[in-house]
């Protein structure tokens, strides 16, 4: 059975950092795009960014979307775990931060970031930034 367990959500200060952890289990995810996603409170789930689970390649938003750099992906595959640092935060990134494993074939920008492509989903973490 597919698990993806977040952990790491709490209540932080504007400005502060926090990493978020992604335990994964089940089957073997090379070949699987890990993917971070969020949703605030009345809003469309939105694409954080994504690795491929073999090699690391990463896709992030876009840098002009709220993201702009201050976040990174990361996996230790002795731990299975994905990590999603963040910094600087800021009110606008109180969500709920979901991980997502997703078996495409092929992937690009485009379908990293498209939710309906990834298959399994963990049960989400939250994060809440107060000014």
């Known amino acids: 059975q597919v698990q993806l367990v977040e952990s790491g959500g709490r209540l932080v200060q504007d400005g502060d950092s926090l990493t978020l952890a992604c335990l994964v289990s089940g089957r073997d995810f090379n070949g699987y795009m890990m993917g971070w996603f969020r949703q605030a409170p009345g809003k469309d789930r939105e694409f954080v960014g994504a690795?491929?689970?073999?090699?690391?390649?990463?896709?992030?938003?876009d840098s002009g979307r709220s993201t702009n750099g201050r976040f990174t992906i990361s996996r230790d595959t002795a731990k299975n775990t994905m990590y999603l640092q963040m910094n600087s935060l800021k009110p606008e990134d109180t969500a709920v931060y979901y991980c997502a494993a997703g078996a495409l074939k092929y992937w690009n920008f485009g379908t990293a970031k498209n939710p309906d492509n990834y298959n399994y989903w963990g049960q989400g973490t939250q994060v809440t930034v107060s000014s």
């Open positions: 690795i491929t689970w073999r090699d690391l390649m990463p896709y992030y938003a």
